[in-house]
């Protein structure tokens, strides 16, 4: 079993004394060696695939630096890694997904069906490494002579299995540089988990005994309680996924190193082209260089511009899973964003910035679109899908008043202060409680949240959504 949120807690502070305890020369080994053994603790043989992944892109990028056919290296590196991901998370739902095909046209035939455990976090591994050899091989990067480092770029434990997805220009420089322990920004990266953990353990571990109740029993339950509970996911998607990154980002801050920001008030977006560029960044800004813009980005037609965006949003839901519930998620996605495209070309419907009653209702509008493309993601199958909207359009109640239902004052209280940051973050207010400059005011501020933490948390050690990814 990997490390769920509460081991993590306890797995990190072991790490981070030995790495500023031990000589320079030998830190990056030992957060190799902790790294591989933080992912051993899930499937030890699976450990084998990263190191494939490792190799072959690491040997790759020195071939491709020697400039003798790079396509050919690239083609081949690139075909291969795709290959394990398609074989471990993919197969199983093609081969099912033609054969039924087959059946529906009256061929009946056995389904194989391969017994493939999904390695955690396949995606994001490997996606890392692959825009390390792109990089490569466009010129834009050194190839990285250090297997060892390169090693561990690919494996750093903090954001190995659910991001942030690194760039090599961003990460790799860090591990040659001297880290000198500075208390300020040790205290800084530990105020970032403990926000990240009042994100997964105080809301989105609250909220999720509800939302499993209802969609894991969706005919049970009328529109109400569907609407609510897609209300309630709508949040713990985004605690459980921005609180690991700030986990993530926090604990690599206080060893010295900096990780992508992943989300930026998604929340408060005004449009879905902002919404896309607030959440999951690493990832939007991954396909935006990798895919969208190779494709040609904005710079052509209208009708060409419209289908990059669209084919990029619909690679996006396969990337989340082998299900047709997150293809129809990424073309939702797709549609919204060349919706988004035509309104801007439409002059009266393009009124620019807008007064605040406007931007009020900008955010309420795009904040229920994707509200209601979280049914897509969270549905455990596409009939649970339909039923959803259908129950949620045609079938009002009562809210399901069940076993596993939040507290409504304390959810609300929770979600209140999570909204109250994101919206003094979002207007650039000078008030600061857990991040002040004055030493008692920040302590009391975050032994508060501790605190509360302690008080409303659940401690059941769920796991990260994104781990499945």
Not at 265 to 293: E, T, V
Not at 397 to 413: D, I, R
Not at 424 to 446: G, M, P, Q, R, Y
Request: net charge positive.
């Amino acid at each position: 079993m990997l490390f769920n949120s509460i081991q993590f807690l306890l797995f990190f502070p072991i790490v981070s004394i030995l790495y500023w305890l031990l000589p320079q020369k030998f830190r990056n080994v030992m957060l190799l060696v902790a790294s591989y053994y933080f992912y051993m603790n899930w499937e030890p043989i699976y450990a084998i695939l990263i190191a494939i992944t490792t190799i072959t892109t690491w040997y790759c990028g020195y071939k491709l630096e020697e400039g003798k056919h790079k396509k050919t290296y690239l083609s081949i590196v690139l075909i291969f890694n795709f290959s394990i991901l398609f074989v471990y998370k993919y197969l199983n739902f093609v081969t099912e997904s033609v054969f039924f095909g087959l059946e529906y046209l009256g061929i009946k035939m056995d389904v194989p069906h391969f017994d493939l455990l999904l390695p955690v976090g396949i995606s994001f591994y490997t996606f890392q490494a692959v825009g390390y050899i792109i990089d490569v091989y466009r010129g834009t990067l050194p190839a990285e002579k250090n297997l060892a480092t390169y090693a561990l770029f690919v494996s750093f434990f903090p954001q190995l299995v659910a991001g942030p997805i690194e760039r090599a220009k961003n990460l790799l420089p860090q591990f040659y540089e001297k880290h000198r322990f500075n208390g300020d920004i040790f205290i800084e990266g530990l105020k970032l988990m403990v926000w990240g953990y009042f994100m997964k353990l105080g809301i989105a571990e609250n909220v999720a005994p509800y939302v499993d109740a209802v969609y894991n029993n969706m005919a049970q339950h009328n529109g109400t309680s569907v609407l609510f509970a897609t209300f309630l996911f709508t949040f713990q998607i985004f605690c459980d996924f921005g609180g690991y990154s700030l986990i993530a980002i926090g604990a690599a801050k206080c060893m010295g190193f900096d990780l992508v920001q992943n989300f930026k008030r998604p929340y408060l977006a005004r449009s879905m082209r902002d919404f896309w560029r607030r959440w999951h960044i690493s990832l939007s800004s991954w396909f935006a260089d990798y895919l969208y813009i190779p494709m040609g980005g904005s710079r052509c037609s209208t009708l060409k511009h419209q289908r990059n965006i669209f084919f990029t949003m619909f690679v996006s839901g396969i990337w989340h899973g082998a299900n047709w519930t997150f293809i129809l998620w990424g073309i939702y996605h797709g549609i919204l964003q060349v919706l988004n495209i035509i309104k801007r070309k439409i002059s009266f419907l393009d009124y620019g910035e807008g007064g605040p009653i406007i931007k009020v209702l900008e955010v309420i509008f795009i904040f229920i679109l994707s509200m209601f493309g979280w049914i897509f993601f969270r549905a455990n199958s596409v009939g649970d899908v339909w039923l959803a909207f259908e129950k949620i359009f045609t079938q009002p109640g009562l809210l399901y008043n069940g076993e596993g239902k939040p507290s409504m004052f304390m959810f609300l209280s929770l979600i209140a202060i999570l909204m109250f940051k994101e919206l003094k973050d979002e207007l650039n207010l000078k008030i600061n409680f857990i991040h002040n400059k004055n030493f008692v005011i920040s302590s009391i501020s975050t032994a508060l949240m501790i605190i509360l933490i302690l008080l409303c948390a659940k401690f059941e050690g769920g796991q990260f959504i994104y781990f499945q990814f």
